[in-house]
């Protein structure tokens, strides 16, 4: 089976832009999550979906945002970039939620300049 | 409030040495307990996980850990390290939701183990 695909896997934008970031589950995986990873706050979860509907948030502001589509694919969305933004982003599919262990992708290098 | 708690960055072990990575939660109700590790420019890969049943549960590369309910930990270990061991190891919990508490997982800041040649 192919692994957690996340596109693009480096990503340059300036403060004040927006980002979306793209995330293909493993096959058969119907949660989708995104985490944000920094050396100063460690791994900070953002968001899960579940058959297109968002499960739990994690405590960023409203100007991440997320969906999951029909075919478990999910995209962030990244408004009004910040220089605090800069991290590497993480995309994780499970067949469900709570109890089901995560399989994460590579993730994307955002950087805000 | 759930937090996950990984009291050394930096664990130090000579091959072939048994190795122990440290990792404390609190949850309001029952504890999922996952270990994670990342390999250098390399995503999370799922290690073990407790959700219930036997104290001690095994996992991937000859890893296992151990459930301590009372002392609320979840403590990694192998009984002969390997330096391809080497890598970024992340505790991670989630509430089961069995005293409203949040689903969301929390992760720890990781420990780097070491292994010497």
């Known amino acids: 089976k192919a692994g957690v695909t996340q596109t693009p896997r480096y990503l340059i934008k300036t403060r004040g832009q927006q980002v979306t970031l793209s995330c293909s589950p493993i096959s058969g995986h119907r949660s989708v999550s995104w985490y944000q990873q920094t050396p100063g706050q460690g791994l900070q979860f953002l968001f899960e979906?579940?058959?297109?509907?968002?499960?739990n948030k994690g405590n960023f502001p409203g100007r991440f945002s997320g969906r999951q589509f029909s075919n478990s694919r999910s995209e962030m969305n990244v408004s009004t970039l910040e220089l605090g933004d800069s991290a590497l982003y993480l995309c994780?599919?499970?067949?469900?939620?709570?109890?089901?262990?995560?399989?994460f992708g590579p993730g994307t290098r955002l950087t805000v300049t | 409030a759930q937090s996950v708690a990984q009291p050394e960055d930096q664990v130090n072990v000579a091959e072939g040495n048994p190795l122990t990575v440290k990792c404390t939660y609190s949850v309001s109700g029952n504890p999922y307990l996952f270990w994670y590790v990342q390999y250098p420019n390399r995503g999370l890969q799922f290690l073990l996980k407790?959700?219930?049943?036997?104290?001690l549960v095994k996992g991937s590369y000859g890893f296992e850990a151990e459930f301590n309910k009372s002392q609320t930990s979840f403590h990694l270990k192998k009984p002969s390290a390997l330096v391809s061991d080497s890598a970024l190891y992340f505790c991670a919990v989630r509430d089961g939701g069995s005293s409203g508490g949040s689903y969301i997982p929390t992760f720890g800041r990781g420990t780097s183990l070491i292994v010497h040649p």
């Open positions: 994780a599919s499970s067949l469900g939620y709570t109890s089901y262990e995560q399989y």
């Open positions: 979906y579940f058959s297109e509907t968002q499960r």
């Open positions: 407790y959700i219930t049943g036997d104290n």
